[in-house]
């Protein structure tokens, strides 16, 4: 007695390799999926650690202005509101500030905090194999007056990992990343009590 194959045995036998292959697919689909969702999670995590950095940078400006607030006016001498440079910061050209106010130690303390200020958007808080790491992307830092509201503006701007928008209103930095939707901007103002 021969054996004769069954024909429904072989339709089993394709069938159930379609069904692999199928399943595979799937899960390389799903494993893509997630290979992109950590991705974007790194982006998202680098951006909120700069946002956090530029925060830090500019309550460090607003503190150092409130900290020697009888010569608030030496800070403010380096950046036009309207153009926002020049800056502190990558490829400054801020040399030291003239100023008049104030006794010479209030100077001296002024000229001081902006070169502080200078070296940390540079990232010199944090060195790994002797290079500056600790700051963000092309971090910069503009400090204006508006004598029409009589307030100070504290900006640090720097470039983001993806585009988002265009920061309205806020110049420092302007031009510096290419396009304006990678520019992220945090600001505060600052308004100096006339105390005697």
């Not at 339709?11 to 799903?30: P, Q």
């Not at 910061?89 to 905090?113: F, K, L, M, V, Y």
């Not at 002797?130 to 830092?141: D, I, P, Q, Y």
Request: proline share 2%; aromatic share 6%; hydrophobic share 45%.
């Amino acid at each position: 007695m021969d054996h004769v194959p069954d024909e429904k045995g072989s339709e089993d036998r394709g069938t159930s390799l379609i069904e692999v292959l199928v399943s595979m697919l799937i899960l390389l689909i799903a494993v893509l999926g997630l290979v992109g969702l950590q991705v974007r999670a790194q982006q998202s995590e680098m951006e909120s650690y700069q946002r956090a950095q530029a925060l830090i940078l500019l309550q460090d400006m607003v503190g150092r202005i409130n900290a020697n607030r009888k010569v608030a006016g030496c800070y403010a001498v380096t950046t036009d509101l309207a153009s926002g440079a020049p800056y502190f910061g990558t490829n400054s050209a801020i040399g030291a500030p003239t100023c008049i106010a104030g006794t010479a130690e209030q100077q001296a303390i002024a000229a001081r905090d902006m070169e502080d200020w200078n070296d940390l958007l540079l990232g010199a808080a944090e060195v790994a194999a002797g290079s500056n790491v600790g700051a963000m992307v092309g971090a910069r830092g503009c400090v204006s007056y508006d004598a029409a509201t009589d307030l100070y503006m504290v900006t640090v701007a720097w470039q983001g990992l993806g585009a988002t928008f265009e920061p309205v209103g806020q110049n420092c930095g302007r031009g510096q990343y290419g396009d304006e939707t990678q520019r992220r901007v945090v600001s505060q103002s600052v308004r100096i009590a006339n105390l005697l």
